[in-house]
């Protein structure tokens, strides 16, 4: 089974029981205390996720799988802004940050055919009655949990998974059965005193060691958050405007990550450093052109444009003032709000240095 996982492009699987995660508790505390923001899905199906039984009755195991998206770092040199940067941004270009894992074709459509194979060959192992369930990063389950659990890696306190092998850089996909399998050892957290992660985060949105705040990250508020970014949060966030790796790039553990092959196959090299004045330019029917097959779809084009608003008023300067005022006509009251803040944040800004000179 592991040796069919491999030959379909994955990088790691191991297996697990079907009980309910250890961290059960703490998920129930973390949503009673409203850090999920506005992820309603979350609440909705906490009680699924807490118990793999309630997915899948009669469920006995649970295979994890990992899918590494690590590349030569030298590929990655995209520009973005630390946390003292966006205090005075000085970026040479109005480029903007997409997180990496997005700057691939959607891993759903990737990893989904090949889970899919992997699920019939499981059920084909278990004969007949055998039952299954696959997801990717879509199903009710904890799934970072029980893939520590399954000794894919262990739960780092930026609170993503870490393999010693593939480092954070990883989507996850679970499939869950009937079929009794030999469950593998737990891994244990190796992080020791290291924080750089949380010294990373440019917002403070892990509030501590294995403590996220979600309404605080930056990319629940450029992905998640359907509404306006909160005007004090909005500086912080530089020129990111899809996600952000931050916590992610500062883990040690990466410096002994393998490459994926599977994930490079699908790469989206014009995702790297986008032009923000050309994302603001985007119509409907454009937006959804450029970013057909890619995870970016989800914000549409009323978030994206929101997040380019928020990244110009941070990096631009009074030359990207036209596209902005272009932008504070636009029919969607969200873009209108950002960009009229953008406008008035680089006016600000050309002020104060004007007032220097």
Not at 7 to 36: K, M, V
Not at 88 to 105: D, I, L
Not at 303 to 321: H, K, Q, S, Y
Not at 346 to 352: E, N, R, T
Request: net charge positive.
């Amino acid at each position: 089974m592991r040796r069919r996982a491999l030959e379909l492009g994955f990088d790691a699987c191991r297996f697990t029981t079907a009980e309910p995660p250890s961290s059960a508790s703490q998920f129930q505390q973390w949503l009673a205390s409203h850090r999920h923001g506005e992820m309603e899905y979350l609440q909705r199906n906490a009680r699924k996720r807490i118990d793999p039984q309630q997915v899948l009755p009669g469920a006995r195991s649970v295979l994890c799988l990992a899918a590494s998206y690590t590349v030569p770092s030298s590929e990655f040199r995209v520009p973005s802004l630390s946390r003292s940067e966006t205090r005075n941004p000085k970026p040479e270009t109005s480029n903007g940050v997409v997180a990496r894992y997005a700057r691939y074709h959607d891993y759903h459509d990737v990893l989904g055919p090949r889970l899919k194979q992997l699920t019939g060959f499981v059920n084909r192992l278990g004969g007949a009655g055998t039952r299954s369930l696959w997801y990717v990063d879509t199903g009710p389950l904890l799934e970072r949990d029980l893939a520590q659990r399954a000794g894919l890696g262990f739960v780092g306190k930026h609170t993503n998974l870490i393999s010693r092998e593939l480092g954070n850089w990883i989507f996850l996909a679970e499939i869950i059965t009937t079929l009794e399998l030999e469950p593998d050892l737990p891994e244990k957290n190796r992080c020791g005193t290291c924080a750089r992660c949380i010294d990373a985060c440019p917002t403070h949105a892990i509030t501590g060691p294995f403590q996220l705040d979600a309404r605080l990250c930056i990319s629940y508020l450029t992905i998640e958050l359907k509404g306006p970014i909160p005007v004090e949060l909005r500086p912080a966030i530089g020129n990111r405007i899809y996600g952000c790796d931050d916590c992610l790039a500062a883990c040690p553990w990466n410096r002994f990550a393998r490459e994926g092959k599977l994930m490079k196959e699908h790469g989206r090299r014009d995702l790297e450093q986008p032009d923000l004045i050309e994302l603001l330019s985007l119509d409907e029917a454009g937006f959804k052109r450029k970013f057909a097959g890619t995870p970016i779809l989800r914000t549409k084009r009323r978030g994206l444009l929101r997040n380019v608003c928020v990244a110009l008023g941070n990096i631009g300067d009074t030359t990207d003032l036209p596209a902005l005022q272009r932008a504070a006509r636009d029919p969607e009251p969200l873009i209108v709000e950002h960009a009229r803040w953008a406008i008035d944040r680089i006016q600000k800004k050309s002020g104060a240095k004007e007032g220097k000179d």
